[in-house]
């Protein structure tokens, strides 16, 4: 991908769009770094909550990365200055309040190594434009164990310095921002990705709801609970047992995410204010997928589940459905 398909929906939110071929201004990288802290601050929210639902999880410490070769070759020398990559992968943002944060790592922090593993210095000018380092990372730091100290070594300015990070338990599961999609969101299991058109016009709190959608889907292995049962998504999926099966995921993670968000200090009754007020534009309105029930019928589904959350001051609160994510679908 590009880095104007990257950043061009998100540049609606500060200027118009320069020519392909033109550098693009500090105000492309900024409307991406807000946009993708806003989604971390999100992810951390309810993947920390939510730890004690989830039987795969790893050390969350709020600190989103990437990687230079992220950003098409013509746009990495302004992206080195934006972000100041000084190795191949760079903090984008921290997590107010989270572990990176409390350690004292900065954004535009450089990482050269995770515990032991070394990570490659800058690239060369014509690498391939991919995210296969930032992944690696990534996962690097999932495989930590959560209740030990993260030892991050930093180069900052120049200056090299080793920080220990004091993670916390938090669901499974990577967020990114899904572009050139508009308001589609989905889950695969493993990787949570929701449209660019949220972080346009919609509020954390509405966008909180459609991540803890997702994130249920995950929680529940629907992906792979569907695969194993040989589910058809393309033209078929809306009849007979695909449409039957798929529905009964797509309601398990309306009812697992409401309790997602109560857990991690939203008020349940967002989720159905959100499919009330803001479903008909999300799910297509008259055109959506009759995988899902209408905006109406989730919104009052939801409400009153809201209210019995809303009335049951214990945290966590675990659901039954949780218990359900090791059964196959029938």
Same mark, same amino acid.
């Given at each position: ?93 921290v997590v107010a309040g989270a572990? +990176?944060? $409390? ?22 000018? @014509?690498?391939?434009?991919n995210a296969a380092s930032r992944?690696? +990372? =990534?996962?690097?730091?999932?495989? &930590? ?8 070594? /930093?180069? %900052?300015?120049?200056? %090299? ?10 669901? %499974?599961? #990577?967020? =990114? ?6 308001? @589609?969101?989905?889950? @695969? ?6 449209? =660019? ?12 709801? /459609? ?32 449409? $039957? ?16 968000? +109560?857990? &991690? ?11 009330r007020h803001k479903g008909g ?21 939801? @409400?009153? /589940?809201? #209210? ?6 214990? #945290? ?8 359900? #994510?090791?059964?196959?679908? %029938?």
């Amino acid at each position: 991908m590009t880095l104007t398909a990257r950043l061009l929906p998100l540049l609606l939110l500060t200027a118009a769009a320069p020519a392909p071929e033109a550098a693009p201004p500090p105000a492309f990288f900024e409307a991406l770094r807000t946009a993708d802290l806003r989604l971390a601050t999100i992810a951390y929210r309810l993947t920390t909550a939510n730890a004690a639902l989830c039987d795969r999880v790893q050390p969350q410490i709020g600190m989103p990365i990437h990687a230079l070769t992220q950003y098409g070759p013509a746009a990495r020398g302004p992206a080195a200055t934006a972000f100041g990559f000084e190795s191949l992968i760079g903090v984008e943002a921290v997590v107010a309040g989270a572990p +990176a944060d $409390r350690a004292g790592i900065r954004a535009n922090d450089s990482l050269a190594a995770i515990g032991d593993v070394a990570l490659p210095g800058l690239p060369a000018a @014509d690498a391939p434009e991919n995210a296969a380092s930032r992944d690696i +990372a =990534e996962a690097t730091i999932a495989d &930590a164990t959560p209740s030990r100290p993260l030892r991050l070594t /930093v180069l %900052r300015q120049g200056r %090299r310095q080793t920080i220990a990070v004091n993670p916390v338990t938090g669901c %499974r599961s #990577r967020f =990114e921002i899904l572009l050139g999609s508009g308001l @589609d969101a989905s889950a @695969d299991g493993s990787v949570v990705q929701i449209g =660019e058109r949220f972080f346009e016009g919609y509020t954390d709190a509405e966008i909180a709801v /459609v991540v803890a959608h997702e994130l249920a889907h995950n929680i529940l292995r629907h992906r792979t609970r569907l695969d194993a049962v040989k589910i058809n998504r393309g033209l078929l999926a809306e009849l007979g047992r695909n449409g $039957r099966l798929i529905r009964e995921t797509e309601d398990q993670a309306d009812l697992l995410g409401i309790y997602l968000l +109560a857990n &991690a200090g939203y008020d349940p009754m967002s989720a159905p204010a959100f499919w009330r007020h803001k479903g008909g534009t999300v799910d297509g309105g008259l055109f959506r997928s009759r995988t899902h029930a209408s905006s109406k019928a989730r919104a009052d589904t939801l @409400d009153a /589940v809201a #209210r019995t959350i809303a009335a049951t001051p214990a #945290r966590p609160l675990i659901p039954p459905v949780v218990a359900t #994510r090791n059964e196959p679908l %029938r």
